[in-house]
């Protein structure tokens, strides 16, 4: 990597993804450094300075707006903060812009957070609670029929183009199965999901760090992950 990469702090994760996939669509240079959340990585003095809420990812641009380092935290930030640098994947628009930027904070403050309960009380929980498997499948199928709404008018969550709003909730889709959804009720988003999926940087973008993410069998591992 030249000097001057952009560092990005990650993990195998959909948050992750997000990231590695933009830095892939954009075409810049980027160095990742991986941060093993299930190994408590996250809770170090040096990434703390840079990501205090202790949550992947986070990146360092040494050539920021001023020409001086920049750190930046939350995936959305970083997204938005990208796609200025590159000039791409945000409307210049106003109208466009903040059509992309509704549905990318649709996905952070929805999409994931739900989808990220429902895979872990179906998945992960210790014990299998029915209520919270039922509440969050029936609110992962509510959204995805959002998503497939959109969809059915709009070739991308934006409108006609490819944006940070596709990038931000594609990964969260990966794992519709583990979230309880049938991707046959979801005709619209499931053209969507399978377009976005082949293209190059995104194919390339998910790969990153996927061969260091283990299953999560370990106890010790479970805790540190999930707060305990």
Request: proline fraction near 7%; charged fraction near 20%.
């Amino acid at each position: 990597m030249k000097s001057q990469a952009i560092q990005c702090f990650s993990w195998a994760t959909p948050n992750g993804h997000k990231i590695h996939i933009m830095l892939e669509e954009c075409g810049f240079d980027y160095e990742v450094i991986p941060v093993n959340i299930a190994a408590g990585e996250q809770f170090k003095p040096d990434f703390l300075k840079i990501s205090p809420n202790n949550r992947i990812p986070a990146i360092l641009d040494p050539q920021g707006p001023d020409g001086e380092p920049i750190s930046i935290f939350e995936s959305g930030a970083i997204l938005i903060y990208l796609a200025g640098k590159a000039g791409k994947f945000l409307p210049q628009d106003v109208r466009g812009k903040f059509k992309a930027l509704e549905w990318l904070m649709w996905q952070m403050g929805g999409l994931g957070p739900m989808l990220g309960q429902a895979h872990h009380f179906r998945l992960y929980a210790p014990e299998k609670i029915p209520y919270a498997i039922n509440r969050y499948t029936n609110e992962a199928k509510r959204l995805y029929g959002v998503l497939d709404k959109r969809l059915s008018s709009h070739p991308f969550l934006a409108g006609k183009e490819y944006s940070i709003a596709d990038i931000a909730a594609f990964p969260w889709t990966r794992s519709a199965a583990n979230q309880g959804i049938d991707w046959a009720d979801f005709p619209h988003a499931k053209r969507w999901h399978d377009e976005i999926a082949a293209r190059p940087a995104v194919i390339r973008g998910v790969a990153v760090l996927q061969e260091l993410r283990k299953p999560l069998t370990d106890e010790k591992a479970r805790q540190i992950l999930f707060g305990q």
